[in-house]
């Protein structure tokens, strides 16, 4: 699943969990905290290089294993900076559930959309998935842009502090736009 690419003049990489990322990983989340607090649970205020190599180890192991969680990580060429992470959860079916973080310093710039687009179409065989919570626009539009379609809402499913009660909105790659309702919307529930 390893890949190179250039996207906007900026040559990428590709990688596996590798524990030289250790570094620039840890550097590109604690950059972001501020940013990846709202909506990613495992944020925390100061990533240690100890947490960061313990998480990247786990890393190795589960992309080995075959039904761990498969993280690939966007980093510059010359290894120095981490772009974002994406993440793939199998499912059964050959079903990927996608996950994803940017460095605040390279968010916005067209680098996550392009990887995911290459990504997921140098893998055909597979579907993707991917949910967002109605309050994170950015999400949002990243994956509108990089070709996921919504096709379900699953109202006030999520809960936070910062945003209170969300629903939850359901991807899919390649799909055409068709929102379904939840079982329990379906059913009459709120």
Not at 35 to 48: G, K, N, Y
Not at 110 to 123: F, H, I, N, P, T
């Amino acid at each position: 699943m390893e890949f190179a690419l250039t996207v906007n003049g900026l040559a990428l990489c590709v990688r596996a969990p590798d524990p030289a990322l250790v570094a620039p990983v840890r550097e590109a989340l604690n950059a972001s905290y501020r940013e990846h607090a709202l909506f990613l649970e495992w944020a925390v205020e100061h990533t240690s290089e100890e947490r960061a190599l313990s998480s990247m180890l786990q890393a190795r192991d589960d992309f080995a294993s075959e039904t761990g969680e498969r993280r690939l990580f966007i980093v510059t060429e010359d290894g120095q900076a981490v772009v974002g992470c994406i993440g793939l959860v199998p499912r059964r079916r050959k079903r990927y559930v996608v996950g994803y973080w940017a460095s605040s310093a390279f968010a916005g710039k067209g680098y996550m959309r392009e990887v995911l687009q290459q990504l997921v179409r140098r893998l055909p065989e597979f579907t993707f998935y991917l949910t967002t919570s109605s309050a994170n626009t950015r999400s949002q539009r990243l994956a509108a842009a990089a070709g996921f379609a919504l096709i379900r809402v699953h109202p006030q499913a999520r809960q936070s502090q910062q945003h209170g009660v969300q629903d939850t909105w359901v991807y899919r790659f390649g799909s055409k736009r068709q929102t379904k309702k939840s079982p329990r919307e379906s059913a009459g529930e709120p």
